[in-house]
């Protein structure tokens, strides 16, 4: 006899807010799933509608996690399926550099915790000796602000640049 509201027994067939408990079984638990993805009335829909199939009649603790990693793992839909994103772009090769300090690579790290005022981070790279600068900042640091930094942190000791790479 089970002793909560959430569970209950009917016909020796435990139930978890009406829905058939799945114990843990891992044959038994793949073969609720293959019936709700598998088969040729199912179709292999997909990660969210075979949880919602699932879930109409049956629970198990993290079933969502069990179904993801089922779907993602599905011979048939990994090479059937199209894939849904825009392709990539070619990717070109930055040039071979000449010396320290003539390219560098700028970035910011933004909303940090705040530390004296400051919650984010203008990072400066070279991108020959990999010598890095961490000037503190805020997020709402302006191009003028950031001018400034750049000016008074790094152009103050290695003078005039060839190139800047950033986002």
């Known amino acids: 006899m089970v002793c909560s509201v959430e569970w209950s027994e009917e016909d020796r067939v435990l139930r978890f807010r009406g829905k058939i408990y799945v114990p843990r079984n891992s044959d038994l638990r793949r073969r609720v799933v293959l019936l709700c993805h598998d088969t040729k009335v199912a179709g292999h829909p997909g990660r969210w509608k075979t949880l919602e199939l699932v879930s109409r009649n049956y629970w198990w603790p993290q079933m969502s996690r069990y179904i993801r990693q089922y779907v993602s793992t599905c011979n048939l839909c990994l090479r059937t399926k199209p894939i849904r994103q825009a392709p990539v772009g070619e990717l070109y090769p930055l040039w071979i550099l000449d010396s320290r300090w003539d390219t560098l690579s700028v970035d910011f790290v933004v909303e940090l915790p705040l530390s004296s005022r400051h919650d984010a981070?203008?990072?400066?790279?070279?991108?020959?000796?990999?010598?890095?600068?961490?000037?503190?900042?805020?997020t709402t640091v302006t191009v003028e602000e950031a001018a400034r930094l750049f000016l008074h942190q790094v152009w103050k000791l290695h003078g005039l640049l060839k190139c800047i790479v950033s986002d």
């Open 121 to 138: 981070v203008m990072t400066v790279v070279d991108l020959v000796s990999k010598r890095t600068y961490f000037i503190p900042t805020h």
